[in-house]
């Protein structure tokens, strides 16, 4: 199985800076196959990036995936404040699908 | 806009059988995608059950194989979860959703807002 680490745990940030979230695996992760989502509480969580580095639909371009192999990274520029929640990664390259413990980003 | 919803029972027993059934609105589970059941536990994080086609071929994660069994019913365009032998570390938050990619290698694309489920006796 292959393990995520999120870093950091939490990020304390103001609206307008950029946040760099990482998030890095145990293992090789196949053809680049993870995903980040944005969950806030009392609501569903969202599909922000997929395969790495593509954006889902819907999603500013202020969000942006990059990484291969073991690392790969979240960024979100000019933070908003409808930004602070808790990101997750998932990797889908091999069985069984496992997440990212999160990372927290929120208001400095 | 593609839309799900779980619902089920929120307070079981130990040992009892957790049902959940997701409707989906906005798209038809017999025109593809899998469909999936996530759960968030505050001990476990995010955990993904098992996905399902429309035609029926499921995945479970190994270590919940033996507890699980996931079905699709096209004509109401719901799915549903059935995990046996409850304990306390099966009190989560409980998500359905609509996945994409391939066969074991998905990711995804619209959750529902999930529904509690707490196990205690």
């Known amino acids: 199985e292959i393990v995520l680490t999120q870093s950091p745990g939490t990020l304390s940030l103001s609206p307008g800076e950029r946040a760099t979230l990482s998030c890095r695996a145990s293992q090789t992760v196949s053809s680049s196959y993870v995903a980040w989502y944005q969950m806030k509480p009392g609501r569903a969580p969202r599909l922000l990036i997929y395969d790495a580095s593509t954006t889902a639909t819907g999603i500013p371009d202020r969000f942006s995936g990059s990484g291969s192999g073991t690392d790969f990274t979240l960024t979100i520029n000019r933070l908003e404040p409808g930004d602070f929640a808790v990101y997750y990664c998932q990797q889908y390259g091999s069985s069984p699908l496992t997440f990212g413990p999160g990372t927290k980003v929120d208001i400095k | 806009q593609v839309q799900l919803q779980e619902s089920g029972p929120g307070l079981l027993r130990p040992s009892e059988t957790l049902s959940l059934i997701c409707t989906v609105s906005?798209?038809?589970?017999?025109?593809?995608?899998?469909w999936g059941w996530i759960r968030q536990s505050p001990g476990k994080g995010l955990e993904w059950i098992g996905t399902?086609?429309?035609?029926?071929?499921?995945y479970y994660k190994p270590s919940l194989n033996s507890r699980v069994a996931m079905s699709v019913d096209t004509s109401r365009n719901q799915f549903s979860l059935k995990l046996s032998s409850l304990t306390a570390a099966d009190t989560a938050i409980y998500y359905c959703?609509?996945?994409?990619?391939?066969?074991?290698?998905?990711?995804?694309?619209?959750w529902g807002h999930g529904i509690l489920v707490t196990v205690s006796s």
């Open positions: 906005g798209y038809s589970i017999s025109s593809g995608y899998y």
């Open positions: 959703a609509r996945a994409r990619g391939q066969w074991l290698h998905t990711f995804v694309d619209y």
């Open positions: 399902i086609f429309n035609n029926g071929a499921t």
